[in-house]
């Protein structure tokens, strides 16, 4: 059961470009969203989260939009740098007392090109 | 480096044979959890451990598997009589606190291969 789905394998963009990458998830008790990003044979980074209470997280290039009534969100990037190519993950969590067991999405790999 | 520190990074079993994992949280952090990445999927979450207590082990297979955080040293998977399927890489993550708005830092995998 695949509660935190990413659809989009892969996503190519070209730099300068604004990069989109959208999630979805099942759970209504999810209540806290996270991107994650990864290089090869490193561990995941944090990026960015938020809360359900709210629709919209910004921090420089990277911004999350939350629609809980879709239960979508998505992570804009912009303007895409060759650095951004990483896989990106997105997880989330609820709270039912257990702290940050995250449930991550399969990842899309972002390729940024010149 | 204050990171979340796991070795090996490598490692290579023979089937029947034993795997541990070794993990060292952030400096400062209490709380750790081991996910596991098979190829080509999502990081999937097997446990969290504060010292020296087992708090959610839902997502650890009921047997072979065990996993432990002592008082001192670091937090270690263990996975006895290693088959294929075991291969994958495992990541540590360690938090500071344990709420579930809680950041977690992960360290940089343990990659198992059974032959």
């Known amino acids: 059961d695949q509660q935190v789905k990413q659809n989009s394998p892969s996503l190519s963009v070209q730099e300068g470009r604004i990069s989109i990458l959208n999630c979805d998830y099942t759970n209504s008790m999810f209540d806290y969203f996270l991107w994650y990003k990864k290089y090869p044979a490193e561990g995941p980074t944090f990026l960015i989260s938020?809360?359900?209470?709210?629709d919209k997280n910004e921090d420089g290039r990277f911004t999350v939009f939350l629609n809980k009534s879709a239960k979508h969100l998505s992570l804009h990037i912009v303007p895409s740098q060759p650095g951004d190519s990483a896989v990106y993950f997105c997880?989330?969590?609820?709270?039912?007392?257990?702290?940050?067991?995250?449930?991550f999405g399969t990842g899309t790999r972002l390729q940024v090109t010149l | 480096n204050a990171g979340v520190m796991q070795n090996p990074r490598h490692l290579v079993r023979r089937r029947g044979q034993e795997a541990r994992l070794r993990c060292s949280p952030m400096k400062g952090h209490s709380h750790v959890y081991w996910y596991r990445q098979l190829p080509e999927e999502g990081l999937k979450f097997m446990v969290y451990l504060q010292k020296e207590n087992i708090i959610d082990e839902s997502g650890m297979p009921k047997e072979r598997f065990s996993a432990e955080f002592p008082k001192e040293g670091p937090s270690i998977l263990r996975i006895q009589q290693v088959v294929r399927g075991d291969s994958a890489a495992y990541f540590c993550?360690?938090?500071?606190?344990?709420?579930?708005?809680?950041?977690?830092?992960f360290g940089e995998g343990s990659r198992l291969t059974v032959l």
């Open positions: 993550a360690s938090s500071q606190q344990g709420r579930h708005t809680g950041e977690l830092f």
């Open positions: 997880a989330a969590s609820a709270n039912t007392g257990t702290a940050s067991k995250l449930t």
């Open positions: 938020i809360s359900s209470i709210k």
